[in-house]
Nanobody
Framework: QVQLVESGGGLVQAGGSLRLSCAASGRTFTNYNMAWFRQAPGKERESVATINWTGGITYYADSVKGRFTISRDNAKNTTYLQMNSLKPEDTAVYYC??????????????????????WGQGTQVTVSS
């Protein structure tokens, strides 16, 4: 089992910044690719950003590209999401997720929620206009 605990959400004005953190425990962190998803009320859960186990490959949703940055610190078993230039449409519950690393790193595969075995409890991000 992998336990994931998110932190860093909150209320921010449009144009502001937040940094989310996801602390992992329970299994070897470098055995997992990580991702951030979000879900707004009445909408499906969507991929925001993904990162492979080394941290060398990242993918972003078009809606956040250039504004958000995913990173990981394998020594601290932690994944981060730096969110800049926030917009009201970024308002959602943000979830951290972990998927076992395999012999490939496909954008289409790892942007699917079904690729992930473990999920955090979520952290609310609210952006006011």
């Amino acid at each position: 089992q992998v336990q994931l605990v998110e932190s860093g959400g909150g209320l921010v004005q449009a144009g502001g910044s937040l940094r989310l953190s996801c602390a992992a425990s329970g299994r070897t962190f470098t055995n997992y690719n990580m991702a951030w998803f979000r879900q707004a009320p009445g909408k499906e859960r969507e991929s925001v950003a993904t990162i492979n186990w080394t941290g060398g490959i990242t993918y972003y949703a078009d809606s956040v590209k250039g504004r958000f940055t995913i990173s990981r610190d394998n020594a601290k078993n932690t994944t981060y999401l730096q969110m800049n230039s926030l917009k009201p449409e970024d308002t959602a519950v943000y979830y951290c997720a972990a998927a076992p690393a395999r012999g490939f790193y496909s954008r289409s595969y790892y942007q699917r929620p079904g690729a992930y075995d473990y999920w955090g409890q979520g952290t609310q991000v609210t952006v006011s206009s």
